[in-house]
């Protein structure tokens, strides 16, 4: 009953797929997403799989909300405190077209 019960409050962040991420942020969060605190991966890029891997891997530890960021849709988690701003590992989605 408990793992339902939790698979129905992170409905919202479902379903997507390692395939549905376009690019992957890891670096400083809450700062400008530039490159300048952080490195983006790319589908094509080396590590990709690998951040995607973690990233889908802390959606199931950790709830956190989605929002919009230019017309697309982004799921930001928080991995670390350290520092001011901590680190972060944001995955962007295509934007979902509504019927």
Same mark, same amino acid.
């Given at each position: 009953?408990?793992? $339902?019960?939790?698979? *129905?409050?992170?409905?919202? @962040?479902?379903?997507?797929?390692? =395939?549905?991420? #376009?690019?992957?942020?890891?670096?400083?969060?809450?700062?400008?997403?530039?490159?300048?605190?952080?490195?983006?991966?790319?589908?094509?890029? $080396?590590?990709?799989? *690998?951040?995607?891997?973690? @990233?889908?891997?802390?959606?199931? =530890?950790?709830? #956190?909300?989605?929002?919009?960021?230019?017309?697309?849709?982004?799921?930001?988690?928080?991995?670390?405190?350290?520092?001011?701003?901590?680190?972060?590992?944001?995955?962007?989605?295509?934007?979902?077209?509504?019927?």
């Amino acid at each position: 009953m408990t793992e $339902k019960s939790t698979t *129905q409050e992170r409905e919202p @962040f479902a379903p997507f797929t390692k =395939e549905g991420i #376009t690019r992957i942020y890891f670096g400083g969060d809450k700062v400008c997403r530039c490159g300048c605190a952080g490195e983006y991966f790319e589908p094509s890029d $080396k590590g990709f799989d *690998q951040k995607a891997k973690r @990233f889908m891997r802390l959606c199931e =530890e950790k709830y #956190t909300e989605d929002s919009s960021l230019d017309g697309g849709t982004f799921i930001n988690i928080r991995t670390s405190e350290s520092g001011s701003a901590g680190k972060a590992l944001t995955a962007y989605f295509e934007k979902q077209e509504e019927n």
